[in-house]
């Protein structure tokens, strides 16, 4: 997949404050499992991007860390992802695990533990809301607005 510079995600729904969500893009590389991209939390308006650089830094983290399970490129990867709501239950049902693992290399240079970066995710407000599944293809378009619902 020849990546975008940077993807924008815009999310409404109604007049519900939007802010602090986290969507998760599902990308397909390789034969083996798919990568889980995230990116920063929505702002006041529902929007939140990320860099080509972030979207790298989190692939590459996947082959350092668990090189059994993953063995895609992101040239290689298909264009056509799969956007949602980030879904933190396994993180709470987990923690003791997740904060066992050191940091991976691009994790570093974002967070300062593993706790920091578990109580950022787990504190977003997407449990408020609901995304079905919604495949958007990269190549195509890097200006992704989605309708969320209320749960």
Same mark, same amino acid.
């Given at each position: &997949? #020849?990546?975008?510079?940077? /993807?924008? /995600?815009? @999310?409404?729904? =109604?007049?519900?404050?939007?802010?602090?969500? %986290?969507?998760? &893009?599902?990308v397909?590389?390789?034969? #083996?499992?798919p990568?889980? *991209?995230?990116f920063?939390?929505t702002? #006041?308006? =529902?929007?939140?991007? @990320?860099?080509?650089?972030?979207? %790298?830094?989190?692939?590459?983290? !996947?082959?350092? /860390?668990?090189? &059994?399970?993953?063995? =895609?490129?992101?040239?290689?990867?298909n264009?056509? /992802?799969? %956007?949602?709501?980030?879904?933190?239950?396994?993180? @709470? #049902?987990?923690?003791?695990?997740?904060? =066992?693992?050191? @940091?991976?290399? !691009?994790?570093?240079?974002r967070?300062?533990?593993?706790?920091?970066?578990?109580?950022? &995710?787990?504190?977003?407000?997407?449990?408020?809301?609901?995304?079905?599944?919604t495949m *958007?293809?990269?190549?195509?378009?890097?200006? %992704?607005?989605?309708?969320?619902?209320?749960?």
């Amino acid at each position: &997949m #020849k990546l975008p510079e940077q /993807v924008d /995600v815009e @999310l409404t729904s =109604g007049d519900e404050n939007i802010s602090g969500l %986290i969507v998760e &893009m599902k990308v397909t590389a390789g034969n #083996k499992n798919p990568y889980y *991209i995230y990116f920063p939390k929505t702002d #006041k308006n =529902g929007k939140s991007l @990320l860099k080509q650089e972030d979207i %790298i830094g989190q692939f590459n983290d !996947y082959n350092e /860390v668990s090189m &059994m399970d993953y063995n =895609g490129t992101t040239e290689a990867a298909n264009p056509e /992802v799969e %956007i949602t709501l980030f879904d933190y239950s396994g993180m @709470l #049902k987990n923690k003791d695990v997740i904060l =066992g693992f050191p @940091l991976s290399s !691009y994790e570093k240079t974002r967070w300062k533990s593993r706790q920091e970066k578990y109580d950022y &995710m787990i504190s977003c407000e997407n449990g408020k809301f609901k995304l079905p599944p919604t495949m *958007i293809n990269l190549e195509k378009t890097s200006d %992704i607005k989605l309708e969320i619902e209320k749960r």
